[in-house]
């Protein structure tokens, strides 16, 4: 044999291992894709009725608020009404009842028979009446003390 046959010889053989290799690397690539195809039609079949669901899941969504803008259009019609009653009845009767009111406020005051001048439920000061308790202090009759002046008193 000669330096040349050794050399083709060498040469077929690097040539049959790498056919070898790219005939394993084409079969894995197979069965990747035979594995991929397989995946993509099940997530399809997976998804299809997904899909159905989220879509009535919207449809029945869009509903529910196209039934909370009603609602909530009816409760703003309600809220303008309630308002323009309210401002009507203070119309109606808030000026007629301040005007009894002050009427009967003068009657009391024209007869003398209202304290409306005094406050705190003092009696008037003609009306008081003092005493004398014999322990130096006066007490005004009709007129409560303080809590805080009665315990400084009794210390």
Same mark, same amino acid.
């Given at each position: 044999m000669s330096g040349v046959e050794v050399a083709g010889i060498i040469v077929a053989v690097f040539w049959a291992i790498l056919i070898?290799?790219?005939?394993?690397?084409l079969v894995r690539l197979a069965q990747v894709l035979r594995a991929t195809t397989k995946l993509v039609s099940e997530v399809t079949d997976q998804a299809v009725p997904l899909l159905?669901?989220?879509?009535?899941?919207?449809?029945?969504?869009?509903?529910?608020?196209?039934?909370?803008?009603?609602i909530a259009s009816d409760v703003q019609e309600v809220t303008s009404n309630a308002s323009a009653l309210s401002s009507t009845v203070a119309t109606a009767f808030g000026g007629p009842l301040v005007k009894v009111a002050a009427f009967g406020y003068g009657v009391r005051k024209a007869l003398g028979k209202g304290d409306a001048g005094t406050s705190g439920g003092v009696p008037p000061k003609a009306s008081r009446r003092t005493r004398?308790?014999?322990? $130096? @202090? /006066? !007490?005004?009759? $009709? @007129? /409560? !003390?303080?809590?805080? @002046?009665?315990?400084?008193?009794?210390?």
């Amino acid at each position: 044999m000669s330096g040349v046959e050794v050399a083709g010889i060498i040469v077929a053989v690097f040539w049959a291992i790498l056919i070898s290799f790219l005939a394993v690397a084409l079969v894995r690539l197979a069965q990747v894709l035979r594995a991929t195809t397989k995946l993509v039609s099940e997530v399809t079949d997976q998804a299809v009725p997904l899909l159905a669901d989220a879509s009535s899941t919207v449809r029945s969504a869009r509903t529910q608020l196209d039934r909370v803008d009603a609602i909530a259009s009816d409760v703003q019609e309600v809220t303008s009404n309630a308002s323009a009653l309210s401002s009507t009845v203070a119309t109606a009767f808030g000026g007629p009842l301040v005007k009894v009111a002050a009427f009967g406020y003068g009657v009391r005051k024209a007869l003398g028979k209202g304290d409306a001048g005094t406050s705190g439920g003092v009696p008037p000061k003609a009306s008081r009446r003092t005493r004398s308790d014999g322990g $130096g @202090r /006066t !007490v005004i009759v $009709g @007129r /409560t !003390v303080p809590a805080a @002046r009665r315990r400084k008193q009794k210390d």
